[in-house]
């Protein structure tokens, strides 16, 4: 099975400031389509997940550009350039190249 | 509009079972790939199944010979049938999709509400 590793696994983080958030693969994630299969999904509290970032970097409908992913391969990133209070959540990395999809353990944000 | 909604948990005895229920709108379950992830108490998630096209299924090695995944396309339903329950399957379960093609990638981009199972004697 693949492992995934996320880092930090909490983020304090000040309203306004960047936040970025480490995602890394046991094996390289690159399709032979060209694709990395590497997903971001966000949980507010009391909520479900939700699709934030599919596909290493494009954005899921209405999640504002304030949010981006890169990475190829191993090693992805998650980044949010302004932190607002809304962003408060629990995000985690999923592997979606092989089954068993295998999620990272999850970064709780948290407001300064 | 896409929506999925899970029922059927509930408090169950180890070595119980239960049959949950993912009913789904807005496209057939039966023409995509259908995905259960669960929960535990205070922790992450964790992929369970997906079923493809309502035919050929891949399970999480802790649920394999334990739990089915099924769908009926005349309901538009997609299932979870979890037999020989254990303690640690206690959890929130959540049905999702995936992206359905032409789309490239099998990302979950619908979820469910989920629903509660808890297994204790």
């Known amino acids: 099975d693949i492992v995934m590793t996320q880092s930090p696994l909490s983020l304090p983080v000040t309203p306004g400031e960047p936040a970025s958030i480490s995602c890394r693969s046991s094996?390289?994630?690159?399709?032979?389509?060209?694709?990395?299969?590497l997903d971001w999904y966000v949980q507010k509290p009391g909520q479900s997940p939700q699709l934030l970032i599919y596909?290493?970097?494009n954005r899921a409908s209405g999640v504002p550009d304030r949010f981006s992913g890169s990475g190829s391969g191993t090693d992805f990133t998650l980044k949010i350039s302004r932190v607002e209070a809304d962003d408060v959540a629990v995000y985690y990395c999923?592997?979606?190249?092989?089954?068993?999809?295998?999620f990272g353990q999850g970064t709780k944000l948290e407001i300064k | 509009e896409v929506q999925l909604v899970e029922t059927g948990g509930g408090l169950m005895q180890p070595g119980g079972s239960l049959r949950l229920s993912c009913a789904a709108s807005?496209?057939?379950?039966?023409?995509?790939?259908m995905t259960w992830v669960r929960q535990a108490p205070g922790k992450g998630l964790e992929w369970v199944s997906v079923?493809?096209?309502?035919?050929?299924?891949s399970y999480a090695d802790s649920v394999r010979g334990r739990f089915t995944i099924s769908t009926d396309n005349s309901k538009n339903i997609l299932y979870l049938q979890m037999d020989s329950l254990r303690a640690e399957d206690t959890a929130i379960y959540y049905c999702?999709?995936?992206?359905?093609?032409?789309?490239?990638?099998?990302?979950?981009?619908?979820w469910g509400q989920g629903t509660q199972v808890t297994v204790s004697s």
């Open positions: 999923m592997q979606a190249l092989q089954t068993p999809y295998t």
């Open positions: 079923i493809c096209n309502g035919d050929s299924a």
């Open positions: 094996q390289s994630l690159l399709n032979g389509n060209g694709y990395n299969y």
């Open positions: 999702a999709r995936e992206v359905p093609p032409p789309m490239v990638g099998n990302y979950l981009d619908n």
């Open positions: 596909l290493s970097s």
């Open positions: 807005g496209f057939n379950v039966g023409s995509n790939y």
